[in-house]
């Protein structure tokens, strides 16, 4: 596989909901439910067993390794069907704090040594 991002990924089990938001930038409430495999400053990676719409914008909350909550609004990017049914996902963060990105930095930092 192509590396696609500009930071490293970084491995993450964990699941989300990702909240569709409407033409106006609204939260919709119709939860999608997907298992995120990876993780970056610039994006995420993660599963779903349903094919989601590229052409909207998914609101979510994520619990990283120090149990902390990081919000973000990421777009998809790209979309895989796996043979067992599942979708793949990668997708950008596109509105995301600076003290939510610091935070996965500072993580990576730890863990490369």
């Known amino acids: ?36 495999t990876d ?9 779903s067993a349903k094919k989601l719409d590229k052409n ?10 120090t149990k902390e909550i990081v919000d973000a609004v990421i777009e998809l990017i790209w979309e895989e069907t796996l043979e067992n049914g599942i979708y793949k996902y990668g997708a950008v963060f596109i ?8 935070k996965i930095d500072v993580y990576q930092i730890f863990n490369e040594k």
């Open 1 to 36: 596989m192509i590396e696609r991002r500009q930071h490293k990924r970084l491995q993450l089990d964990v699941s989300i909901r990702l909240d569709p938001l409407d033409e106006n930038g609204m939260n919709t409430s119709r939860y999608e439910h997907v298992d995120v």
């Open 39 to 47: 993780i970056s400053r610039s994006g995420l990676g993660f599963k």
């Open 56 to 65: 909207l914008y998914y609101d979510t909350k994520i619990q990283i390794w």
């Open 95 to 102: 509105g995301m704090s600076d003290t939510d990105a610091v």
